[in-house]
């Protein structure tokens, strides 16, 4: 089993920062692409960015210039900065992960518990 642990969620007002991690654990072995998802109230869950195992990026259109997604693979965690942040990305956001554990034959999808971030305007 792979376990995630996000931190760096909270409070902050527009135009403000915060930088999220997610770190896995549980005897990783390996660790494909990982990316970050968000869900606001009474909205459906969108994706914000991901990164792959060779570092390629891709960004929702709506976070692109302001976040920026980067990946520690010494540590097996996964970041997310948001600068220039908006009320609109009020939300619950996760860390996804596709790994794998020495438990393990193939690759599994594993989701963090999440990290609320709100920006108040």
């Known amino acids: 089993q792979v376990h995630l642990v996000e931190s760096g969620g909270g409070l902050v007002q527009a135009g403000g920062s915060l930088r999220l991690s997610c770190s896995a654990s549980?005897?990783?072995?390996?660790?494909?692409?990982m990316a970050w998802y968000r869900q606001a109230p009474g909205k459906q869950r969108e994706l914000v960015a991901t990164?792959?195992?060779?570092?390629?990026?891709f960004y929702a259109e709506s976070v692109k210039e302001r976040f920026t997604i980067s990946r520690d693979n010494a540590k097996n965690t996964v970041y997310l900065q948001m600068n220039s942040l908006k009320p609109e990305d009020t939300a619950v956001y996760s860390c996804?992960?596709?790994?794998?554990?020495?438990?393990?034959?193939?690759?599994?999808?594993?989701w963090g518990q999440g990290t609320q971030v709100t920006v108040s305007s």
């Open positions: 996804n992960v596709e790994a794998r554990s020495v438990d393990d034959f193939l690759f599994g999808i594993y």
């Open positions: 549980g005897s990783v072995v390996s660790i494909n692409a």
């Open positions: 990164i792959t195992s060779g570092s390629t990026t």
